[in-house]
Nanobody
Framework: QVQLVESGGGLVQAGGSLRLSCAASGGTFSRYTMGWFRQAPGKEREFVAG????????YYADSVKGRFTISRDNAKNTVYLQMNSLKPEDTAVYYC???????????????????WGQGTQVTVSS
């Protein structure tokens, strides 16, 4: 069973930066497309960024394009989300997820992903 553990969340002022990490275990990380999603209170979980298994295909939500960067280190079984120029509207619980069936295609919907982490809270104050 694949386990995903996020870390790096916290409280930051608007304009600040955070780097989220997601460590995977129990599976073949290098074969999975990885995604970051977020969920704010009272809202549906939404796609933030995704990266294919080989890192060649990357996709961002329009709301974070130019501010967030997703990357992965297959040797460390870890995917990262560098978040810069944070805004109060970025406040949410951030989840990483793994798609085991489509290693070269980045999906943007939650149902495409098979494994999920427990989430890490990101709070951006104004």
């Amino acid at each position: 069973q694949v386990q995903l553990v996020e870390s790096g969340g916290g409280l930051v002022q608007a304009g600040g930066s955070l780097r989220l990490s997601c460590a995977a275990s129990g599976g073949t990380f290098s074969r999975y497309t990885m995604g970051w999603f977020r969920q704010a209170p009272g809202k549906e979980r939404e796609f933030v960024a995704g990266i294919s298994s080989n890192g060649r295909s990357i996709y961002y939500a329009d709301s974070v394009k130019g501010r967030f960067t997703i990357s992965r280190d297959n040797a460390k079984n870890t995917v990262y989300l560098q978040m810069n120029s944070l805004k109060p509207e970025d406040t949410a619980v951030y989840y990483c997820a793994a798609d085991r069936d489509r290693p070269l295609v980045v999906g943007t919907t939650t149902w495409r992903y098979d494994y999920w982490g427990q989430g890490t809270q990101v709070t951006v104050s104004s």
